[in-house]
């Protein structure tokens, strides 16, 4: 860990007001050595005139994050809400490790930002103490001003020049929870008014000076290059200036999106493909070798007792195979970038959620040192972990390199976000499980197989942490089993992967949910009360890098559960389902799923959830990443991307059937706080509601889903 | 080549591109109103919806013949200051996450409520039927039109 003395310094000089500069202490996992420099990346700049400037490293894309960092700080430091104004930070010096994902922006920055609005609160009240010649403690603040003992009243503000002269305090106090006015408190996000009024800018309404317009011609088939084209097919359409050459297709390069658009129709006609290594592949094939994959051999995440043994000795043993298809983001903006080039720099301008990634590899792109280009992080029109990867501002550099001139906008179309994502794969999972003679789980076994998202990452490295990461939701079962293993069998794909809302839990949480509903029919017992029995009194408990509190999954259970009416009597053809997580050992979330089968299809009509993720820095953002986060995952349910001949089937929306709002059921979040320190809200939900809905289904019709999606002939 | 006459947001523009052009692109790229989002091309996520003549259309399927002659209200358009009733309910519900599907769910909203004030949750799902969002604010979208329905508060 950073020591403390390097956590936070003063960075003004005369004349800039009080700047304090903050090093966010990064999770540090293990193996890795903690950075002992000082490298701030959080700035809190104080002005003259009252107002403050927070620059965070932290990426809005939804997820609220632009509210939630300045509220903590606001509480701390007593400011007046509506004087912070937050930037997103630019990468560079400053900035070395920018990356918003993972459900961690709040809990990472929780702590450092009230330690350094505490230490800039108590050096305004000893600028003020000094100025008034009174003691420290007779000194109070209280929305931007300090207040003296005889009724002195002097404003942040004018405080700050002095306040930046005196020592940094070594053990500023924090608040207790009791006196917050701001956190806890439901706050509506600071830029609303800006999206109403379609003034909010998102990657796509850049416009510069003289700015023209892109569209790639890309192989369907992912990896395929052109080999014969006519470029003077293109150059024909009105509009239409270049075509070039990049590594991922042809650009066309037009005065507008639309000539680009039509340039690239046209060019298509005229063009062959050199299809590459994945031409051949299918979902069909996949499948197949996933299955063999079943039995073959695994890298163990998690083995207790001897599981094998255990399941021989059982005297009832129940198996089953899960199987969960691709996804795609499916963002609602698509991808794209502004590129301006000149001859000693260059300017990009893209919504990214890894922001130093994006300047390194489009400076590369360039022939540029990474401090030769700037970066402005524009609105994302949605991440969900899409906007991790830099494939998009890297083609715009390549793009902005190959036809020259001015500014370029790289802009994807909806056909280009289905086919040349970065997928969730599929995985298949086979579950067993043994119990004894007093109906009690004496062996549990989960095989995941499918491909690894984190090779696919680390550009077809394998990482030591491959098959941890890869059962994620399925290696940190919680429910005590005296024999178990969870286990990763690897099946290598051609197509690109990456991260997406919910990871590897959402298949794996799938499987491992429902699975334990199929045993607790078997045995004819509630599943409520098999999951409390299971879970059992243990309080702490590890599983390899994770920690988790079952206590705290109980409580968000048996909250869940009562809130829903868990046991009362349903109408005819209803029924109640349920899941539980504890994510990354870190959050905790259950949900209660009430479903019925009207005309052959599934209607939901609401979802339960109890969350505990510690203390909520703002409920309003917090519900709506539960709301969010429940219909991203009951998306899931219904949605898949297919292959054949190495194209994806879908093309659009109207082939991924994403929830819309007549299909959204009611919402109902309840918070426990189980914690002091807050863990994180984005991710956690989105594993479980599928799940829960599933093992409504089964309650309500008696069918038992495995295979996803749910498609209307499995109703049937 | 022709010039083709837009009244848009009450102004008039004559802009020069071809007849095809979706108006969603005039829109964008030859007036600067990026308001108006590009979701999908495909007429099948509402992110470009407009008003044409008081009815909401998308964009992204309407051509610049169809709309000319027209009036086009465009979100910049809805008021002058974020005060139309849909947009204060917008706000008061905290209805947006991402922020990008909102304008076209917005000017959709603006679209029901003028022809049905009172809306049932049928005739809300109806209108809705062609918007994604991804982010998942359908919850708050229903509770901000009735909101709005039940006039600003
Ligand atoms: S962009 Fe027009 S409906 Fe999607
Ligand atoms: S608010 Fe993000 S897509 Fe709707």
Same mark, same amino acid.
């Given at each position: 860990?950073?020591?403390? !003395? ?15 500069? +903050? ?87 929780? #702590? ?20 008034? =010649? ?24 004018? %405080?700050?020049?002095?306040?930046? =002269? ?15 006015? +701001?956190?806890?408190?439901?706050? %509506? ?22 700015? !023209? ?47 680009? *658009? ?125 906007? %991790? ?31 040349? &994502? ?13 119990? &004894? ?34 059962? /994620?939701?399925?290696?940190? /079962? ?70 988790? &509190? ?27 389902? %349920? ?52 219909? *991203?995952?009951?998306?899931?349910? *219904? ?14 929306? #109207? ?42 289904? *089964? ?18 | ?5 837009? /009244? ?49 259309? =998308? ?20 008021? =002058? ?41 049928? &005739? ?30």
């Amino acid at each position: 860990m950073t020591s403390r !003395r390097d956590f936070l310094r003063v960075m003004g000089g005369t004349g800039t007001g009080l700047v304090l500069g +903050l090093c966010l202490e990064p999770r540090v996992r293990a193996g890795e050595v903690a950075k002992t420099e000082f490298h701030p990346n959080v700035f809190l700049a104080l002005r003259r005139d009252g107002t403050v400037r927070l620059t965070v490293p932290k990426t809005e894309m939804g997820q609220g994050v632009r509210t939630a960092l300045p509220l903590v700080l606001a509480e701390e430091m007593d400011l007046d809400w509506a004087r912070i104004e937050v930037v997103n930070a630019q990468p560079g010096p400053d900035f070395k490790s920018m990356q918003t994902g993972g459900s961690t922006s709040v809990s990472s920055t929780w #702590l450092p930002l009230r330690r350094a609005g505490a230490t800039a609160r108590e050096m305004l009240k000893a600028a003020a103490a000094a100025q008034w =010649k009174v003691g420290l403690e007779q000194c109070r603040t209280g929305n931007g001003f300090v207040l003296g003992p005889a009724g002195q009243k002097v404003g942040y503000g004018d %405080l700050a020049e002095d306040a930046a =002269k005196q020592p940094v305090p070594k053990d500023p106090p924090l608040k207790k929870a009791a006196d917050y006015r +701001l956190v806890g408190k439901p706050t %509506l996000r600071f830029d609303g008014k800006a999206i109403v009024t379609g003034k909010a800018i998102f990657g796509l309404d850049v416009r510069r000076p003289g700015q !023209r317009y892109a569209a790639l011609l890309r192989c369907p088939v992912p990896g395929g290059q052109p080999r014969t084209w006519d470029a003077a097919k293109a150059m024909a359409v009105r509009g239409v200036q270049a075509v070039v050459q990049v590594p991922s297709g042809l650009a066309v390069v037009a005065s507008s999106t639309w000539a680009a *658009f039509k340039g690239r129709d046209a060019l298509a006609a005229t063009t062959s493909w050199d299809e590459g290594a994945a031409k051949d592949f299918s979902t069909a094939g996949l499948e197949a070798r996933m299955r063999t994959a079943l039995t073959g051999p695994a890298e163990e995440a998690r083995k207790e007792g001897d599981p094998e043994q255990a399941l021989e000795a059982a005297s009832r043993r129940i198996e089953a195979d899960y199987s969960f298809p691709y996804q795609a983001h499916a963002t609602v903006e698509p991808m794209n970038a502004v590129v301006q080039l000149g001859s000693e720099s260059a300017e990009l301008w893209t919504g990214t959620q890894s922001p130093n990634h994006a300047q390194e590899q489009a400076a590369e792109a360039l022939g540029f040192k990474p401090e030769q280009l700037k970066l402005n992080v524009a609105l994302l029109g949605g991440g969900f972990g899409r906007r %991790l990867g830099t494939d998009f501002s890297t083609e715009a550099a390549q793009v902005a390199k190959a036809a020259g001139g001015g500014p370029i906008q790289v802009v994807w179309d909806r056909e280009d976000e289905f086919r040349h &994502d970065l997928y969730h794969p599929a995985t298949l999972h086979r579950l067993q499980a043994g119990l &004894d003679a007093k109906g009690a789980l004496s062996a549990w076994t989960h095989r995941v197989a499918g491909p690894a998202i984190l090779r696919s990452w680390l550009s077809g490295q394998k990482s030591p942490a491959q098959a941890s990461v890869e059962t /994620n939701g399925a290696a940190d /079962n919680p429910y005590a089993i005296p024999a178990m293993r969870v286990d990763f069998a690897e099946v290598e794909v051609p197509t690109p992967l990456g991260w997406w809302r919910g990871i590897e839990i959402v298949p794996n949480v799938f499987a491992r949910e429902c699975f334990l509903d199929e045993i607790a029919h078997a045995q004819g017992r509630d599943p409520l009360q098999v999951r409390l029995e299971f879970l059992g009194d243990r309080g702490l408990v590890k599983f390899g890098q994770d920690e988790a &509190d079952l206590r705290r999954l109980k409580k968000v259970l048996q909250v869940a559960a009562e809130k829903a009416g868990w046991g009362r009597k349903l109408p005819a053809g209803h029924g109640l389902g %349920l899941a539980c997580h504890a994510y990354d050992g870190r959050s905790y979330a259950a949900q209660v799923a009430e479903v019925s089968v009207v005309k052959g299809r599934l209607k939901v009509h609401k979802i339960t959830c109890a969350v505990d993720c510690g203390p909520v820095v703002n409920p309003a953002g917090l519900q709506a990443q539960v709301e969010g986060g429940i219909v *991203f995952g009951l998306s899931a349910l *219904f949605t898949q991307i297919t292959w054949e001949k190495g194209r994806t089937v879908q093309t659009g929306y #109207l082939d991924f059937p994403l929830l819309r709002l007549a299909d959204t059921p009611v919402i109902e979040t309840h918070v426990v706080v189980g914690s002091d320190t807050p863990t994180g809200i984005g991710e956690p939900p989105v594993p479980l509601p599928i799940p829960a809905v599933l093992n409504a289904l *089964f309650a309500a019709t008696g069918k038992r889903i495995r295979t996803l999606p749910l498609l209307p002939e499995s109703l049937a | 080549m022709t010039t083709h006459q837009l /009244n848009v947001n009450g102004r008039n523009h004559s802009v020069d591109v071809d007849a095809d052009t979706p108006l969603l692109w005039v829109l964008r790229d030859t007036l600067g109103l990026t308001g108006t989002k590009f979701g999908c091309g495909q007429g099948v996520c509402g992110a470009c919806t407009v008003h044409l003549g008081g009815k909401a259309v =998308k964009a992204c399927q309407t051509s610049l013949q169809e709309a000319a002659g027209h009036a086009i209200t465009t979100v910049e358009g809805l008021s =002058k200051d974020g005060s139309h009733p849909v947009q204060k309910a917008w706000l008061a519900e905290d209805v947006a996450q991402c922020g990008y599907c909102q304008p076209g769910m917005i000017m959709s909203a603006a679209a029901l409520l003028h022809h049905k004030p009172h809306p049932t949750d049928y &005739d809300i799902d109806a209108a809705f039927a062609d918007h994604v969002c991804r982010c998942g604010t359908y919850p708050r979208v229903r509770s901000a039109v009735k909101r709005a329905a039940g006039g600003a508060k």
